[in-house]
């Protein structure tokens, strides 16, 4: 018997996309690609995905393609599920099921395409600095080089010196392997959760003229205190003024904070607090904005935020 080959694996899992689907269009979910102008309907277990995405390399050169994967679906998604029916039934989650839905929401975000653009940039980033910094040292470079071509068994170059220069002159891009972003993303959503699980938490119902709407990068904080110095920049969750949103179905959404006068409870969202949570899920969108309608109000918002999504700074 041969092993099922997963090749399409989920960032975004179909199970909670099916909470946003349009029971007028055969309960597809209506697609909104930041640089389209075309919204389209398709089955929610057929977007959230990329081919390979969580495919690394074993130490003997062969492809895992499944353990990731089969990771999320056996561990995740049924408790997960059960969770949020019981949220959107109206019981508020709390010990265990509290810390396991925190830890969903933190790999919502270190497991989205977003989250991963930025680990890589980041990382190509410092090693290149890193790299150029080592390269000041001509006595050091040199004797750095020898040491790894020891080690690893290989000559790198003839001339070290031209190598030098080179790296001097960045005139090139560093791409960062899969594995690195692989080994690490699970642990950090995880550690993320633990944070998030003692945040003060409100779940927000939706309106009878705006229903929520989701992404490829549902989880979103930022901090909206008029001394933040910007929308996206310098904002982590520990930030005692940040706001987290999380849409959990079209009918209700997750808003997280540390302020002490948010009491944890359910709370009938007016259009303006569901217009704002929707507009932070499009902001927050690597790609893909996910709906429950189509709409050309919809459409114009997803223009309007088509080149903006959170970003690190690297210094």
């Known amino acids: 018997m041969t092993n099922d080959i997963k090749r399409k694996h989920h960032f975004v899992p179909a199970f909670y996309l099916r909470g946003f689907t349009d029971p007028s269009s055969d309960n597809m979910i209506w697609v909104y690609n930041k640089g389209s102008n075309n919204p389209f309907c398709e089955k929610p277990e057929n977007i959230g995905l990329e081919k390979h995405y969580h495919t690394f390399e074993n130490l003997d050169g062969s492809k895992d393609t499944n353990t990731i994967e089969d990771y999320f679906c056996h561990v995740w998604e049924g408790p997960t599920k059960t969770i949020i029916d019981q949220i959107k039934a109206g019981k508020f989650p709390v010990g265990d099921d509290r810390k396991f839905f925190a830890s969903f929401l933190g790999l919502s975000f270190t497991r989205s395409p977003n989250h991963r653009a930025n680990v890589d940039y980041a990382t190509a980033q410092m090693l290149k600095s890193f790299s150029q910094f080592s390269a000041t040292n001509q006595e050091y470079f040199v004797q750095s080089l020898k040491d790894y071509e020891y080690k690893m068994g290989e000559k790198l170059t003839d001339d070290p010196e031209e190598l030098r220069q080179y790296i001097l002159e960045g005139r090139y891009d560093v791409k960062v392997t899969p594995e690195l972003y692989l080994k690490m993303f699970i642990s950090h959503g995880i550690q993320l959760g633990l944070v998030i699980a003692k945040m003060k938490w409100a779940f927000i119902r939706a309106t009878d003229r705006f229903s929520f709407l989701t992404s490829d990068n549902p989880f979103f904080f930022h901090d909206p205190s008029p001394s933040s110095s910007s929308f996206w920049r310098g904002v982590g969750l520990l930030n005692e003024n940040v706001e987290v949103t999380f849409p959990i179905s079209k ?41 429950s309608e189509k709409s050309d109000a919809l459409l114009r918002l997803v223009r309007k935020f088509a080149n903006d999504r959170p970003t690190v700074a690297v210094g």
Do not use: F, P
Not at 255 to 260: F, Q
Not at 265 to 290: F, K
């Open 251 to 291: 009918e209700l959404a997750l808003i997280a904070t540390w302020k002490d006068s948010m009491t944890e409870m359910y709370i009938q969202g007016s259009h303006e607090l569901a217009r704002t949570i929707n507009r932070c899920s499009v902001a927050a969108a690597h790609r893909a904005v996910y709906a």
